[in-house]
């Protein structure tokens, strides 16, 4: 029995057919497809490697499987045996990336290949519902939320940092005392995609448009000051940035949230997000 050749590192000639992949699912797709749109299949300009599996015919053209190595590992399409082909391929060296995440399918079923060598996982998240949005806010977007100013981000980064923190469930600061993680966020803060409202010079709300194709924008980083939760701002202070992304960008709105989180999903849905999808994550 003819048997297909493994995942291997997909390049330039190969853009079409990611193309293809991604066009297929743009809001499960997003960041991946936000990289790939600015640096094509490059690995150096991407911060990772497209790996693929052919379809059927072989070099017909198309991909039978699709997988984002980087930071994240973040399968993309396949069956059973691209998984497989994924997982021999990612135990073929030490592990680089910090989590899984994408479909849930996918993420769970990569990660039953991947377990008995990279397990366990500090955290598995296998129900996150997956959501979007393309029309006006549900509810009233607050006014007060605005994009970060470079010269704030002092101001911004311990909300940020808290968040990551909560979220995550370690210090993003860990690792070389920050420096990475401050970059990052004085990325975004410079790219117009972090947003807050300030209330006494602190940060009271923040949100980041985590990921932008052309298509969608994934909001992420969603966080309410302790002291200030429980009066809407959440619900009000992400419809803003929903809105800036539908009405100011023409891009569809997306975020996927944690299965138990029903105060935070109540809240998603009165803004107007539905559920498209659901994605997983596995935390190492």
């Not at 992949?21 to 640096?39: F, K, N, T, Y």
Request: overall charge positive; glycine content about 14%; proline content about 6%.
């Amino acid at each position: 029995m003819l048997r297909l050749a493994g995942a291997r590192v997909l390049d330039e000639r190969d853009l079409a057919a990611v193309q293809s992949v991604l066009q297929g699912d743009p809001v499960a797709s997003c960041m991946v497809a936000a990289r790939v749109e600015i640096a094509g299949t490059d690995p150096w300009r991407l911060g990772g490697e497209l790996w693929g599996t052919e379809g059927r015919p072989v070099r017909s053209g198309r991909l039978g499987g699709l997988c984002f190595a980087g930071p994240n590992l973040i399968p993309l399409s396949g069956g059973r045996s691209a998984l497989r082909s994924f997982a021999d391929r990612a135990l073929r060296r030490h592990r680089m990336c910090s989590s899984l995440v994408g479909p849930a399918d996918l993420v769970m079923g990569l990660w039953q290949e991947l377990e008995p060598v990279w397990g366990p996982a500090r955290e598995v998240r296998s129900h996150q519902p997956l959501l979007a949005m393309g029309g006006s806010p549900g509810i009233s977007p607050d006014p007060l939320v605005r994009p970060v100013r470079p010269e704030e981000l002092d101001r911004y980064l311990p909300a940020a940092i808290a968040m990551f923190t909560e979220e995550v469930g370690i210090d993003p600061r860990l690792d070389d005392g920050g420096a990475g993680y401050r970059a990052r966020v004085a990325e975004l803060i410079a790219g117009g995609r972090a947003f807050a409202r300030f209330e006494g010079g602190d940060v009271v709300f923040k949100a980041e448009i985590g990921a932008l194709s052309a298509q969608v924008g994934q909001i992420q980083g969603v966080w309410v000051h302790p002291e200030r939760r429980g009066h809407g701002l959440g619900a009000t202070g992400t419809a803003a940035v929903a809105d800036r992304l539908v009405r100011g960008l023409g891009r569809t709105a997306s975020l996927y949230v944690n299965g138990y989180n029903a105060p935070a999903r109540a809240a998603y849905r009165r803004i107007g997000f539905a559920e498209v999808g659901r994605y997983a994550t596995v935390l190492f």
